[in-house]
């Protein structure tokens, strides 16, 4: 009996596998397809600064909808474009299309601030420099209104290979910010060592203030850090009033967050209000 229920539950575990495996192996296959199916699209959202009633820039938020697999979050797909070789490709197709779109909208007058780009530790070593200076003479962007966002994870490996990059990139007038500082195991120190502009608070310790007295410290350390180290600081995830106020009381002035905007297509609605 209970040999017979052990070897059950090892058949239901062996099929659950099969079916994650199945699962994972189709997510695989339709990334594969994505982009000559032209399934790939941008969403913005605006970062304001309340300190001078401005839009001081756009993050650049890519969205998949598949045939089969419907809306696709890429928290999820990118590690996978990651593992299977296809970052760069889809990460080239988001400068493009990203920097065309700025540069329309700086045509068009439309004061949003810098573009910011995710970029993947990935595609440091698959010459990042180049994508770049592509997307920005096929759109005739000038790199002052681009800024690009790297996790810490990028400094694991081969940090010296890495700060020329970025070097390189900061050279040409691009800028580069530290996403969801906070979350990473990297030490400190390449803070002062690298042409980092700006950082921004993770999400995670947003959503716990004012409430929660340890993430209260951290934000207003992690503000007073940025702040010593004459750092920009940006905070992520802000959906309400008190956030806001606290981030505003602390010295954080620059706001992203479903509280100013959502990410859309197109942000001229959201300007307009
Ligand atoms: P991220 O770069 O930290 O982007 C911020 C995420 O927080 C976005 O999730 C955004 O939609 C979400 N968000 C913004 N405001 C709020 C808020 O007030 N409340 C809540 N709950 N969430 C908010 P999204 O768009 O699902 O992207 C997830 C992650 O996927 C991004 O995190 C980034 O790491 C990655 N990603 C997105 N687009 C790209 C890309 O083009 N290239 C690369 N390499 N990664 C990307
Ligand atoms: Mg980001
Ligand atoms: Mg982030
Ligand atoms: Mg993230």
Not at 44 to 70: F, M, S, T, V
Not at 167 to 174: A, E, F, M, Y
Request: aromatic share 8%; charged share 20%.
């Amino acid at each position: 009996e209970a040999k017979s229920q052990g070897r059950n539950t090892y058949q239901s575990f062996k099929k659950e596998m099969n079916h994650a495996a199945a699962q994972k192996l189709a997510l695989e296959n339709h990334l594969r397809a994505a982009l000559v199916n032209d399934e790939f699209t941008i969403n913005y959202q605006l970062q304001y600064d309340n300190k001078n009633n401005c839009y001081k820039g756009l993050e650049a938020l890519i969205r998949w909808k598949n045939p089969i697999l419907g809306n696709v979050s890429p928290a999820e797909f990118i590690p996978v474009a990651e593992d299977i070789g296809l970052i760069v490709d889809i990460e080239r197709w988001v400068f493009n299309k990203a920097c065309l779109q700025r540069r329309i909208w700086l045509e068009q007058g439309v004061a949003c601030g810098k573009l910011s780009v995710n970029v993947s530790a990935k595609h440091f070593s698959k010459n990042l420099f180049q994508s770049i200076t592509d997307a920005l003479s096929i759109s005739g962007l000038p790199a002052k209104y681009l800024e690009i966002e790297i996790t810490e994870s990028c400094f694991i490996t081969r940090f010296d290979f890495v700060s020329d990059v970025m070097k390189q990139l900061t050279d040409i007038g691009i800028t580069i910010s530290l996403d969801d500082f906070g979350t990473g195991y990297s030490s400190l120190s390449y803070l002062s060592q690298l042409p980092i502009n700006a950082i921004k608070i993770d999400a995670s310790f947003v959503a716990n203030i004012p409430g929660k007295e340890r993430d209260c410290r951290l934000v207003t350390g992690i503000i007073s850090m940025a702040q010593s180290l004459g750092l920009d600081i940006v905070a992520e995830g802000v959906e309400d009033i008190e956030q806001e106020q606290f981030l505003k009381d602390n010295g954080c002035h620059v706001i992203q967050g479903y509280l100013y905007s959502k990410p859309c297509r197109d942000i001229c609605t959201q300007l307009a209000r």
